[in-house]
């Protein structure tokens, strides 16, 4: 039987202990859709919580990149419940960073919608962050 990881807190954690296979989810992604969790968690060596609502998405990157610049981290996940607006800010990130650092690691994006876990490619985080060419695609 796989075993689920509890999330940690990653603002209160230390960068030099995020290492390996790492999962970073919204916090309330555990309670919220506890089965798509599970799925994704077993495939992680460590997994953190982050909650955009109480953390600045800048403190955030500040965080993040900072794991990166250990060089102990080998693959990174992203992960939130679908349509919430705190949560989309997880999967831009990724994009904060690999501007300002040289070295980078596979990263992944994905969000839950009705516990279906859906990945999420560049070209869908890129459009969310246009409203005006979403109207375009909206034909409104």
Same mark, same amino acid.
């Given at each position: 039987?796989?075993?689920?990881?509890?999330?940690?807190?990653?603002?209160?954690?230390?960068?030099?202990?995020?290492?390996?296979?790492?999962?970073?989810?919204?916090?309330?992604?555990?309670?919220?859709?506890?089965?798509?969790?599970?799925?994704?968690?077993? @495939?992680? @060596? $460590?997994?953190?919580?982050?909650?955009?609502?109480?953390?600045?998405?800048?403190?955030?990157?500040?965080?993040?990149?900072?794991?990166?610049?250990?060089?102990?981290?080998?693959?990174?996940?992203?992960?939130?419940?679908?349509?919430?607006?705190?949560?989309?800010?997880?999967?831009?990130?990724?994009?904060?960073?690999?501007?300002?650092?040289?070295?980078?690691?596979?990263?992944? @994006?994905?969000?839950?919608? $009705?516990?279906?876990?859906?990945?999420?490619? @560049?070209?869908?985080?890129?459009?969310?962050?246009?409203?005006?060419?979403?109207?375009?695609?909206?034909?409104?």
């Amino acid at each position: 039987m796989n075993r689920v990881i509890a999330p940690r807190p990653l603002i209160q954690t230390n960068v030099y202990s995020v290492k390996g296979r790492v999962l970073v989810v919204g916090s309330c992604l555990p309670e919220v859709e506890p089965e798509a969790f599970a799925r994704l968690a077993v @495939d992680y @060596d $460590q997994v953190y919580a982050l909650c955009l609502e109480e953390t600045h998405i800048n403190m955030a990157v500040t965080k993040l990149s900072a794991v990166f610049g250990t060089g102990q981290l080998e693959r990174l996940a992203l992960a939130s419940v679908d349509r919430s607006p705190h949560c989309t800010q997880l999967h831009y990130i990724r994009h904060e960073i690999e501007r300002t650092l040289p070295r980078h690691v596979p990263v992944e @994006d994905y969000v839950v919608a $009705q516990g279906k876990v859906v990945r999420v490619p @560049d070209a869908a985080i890129e459009l969310s962050k246009s409203l005006a060419r979403l109207a375009e695609l909206a034909h409104e």
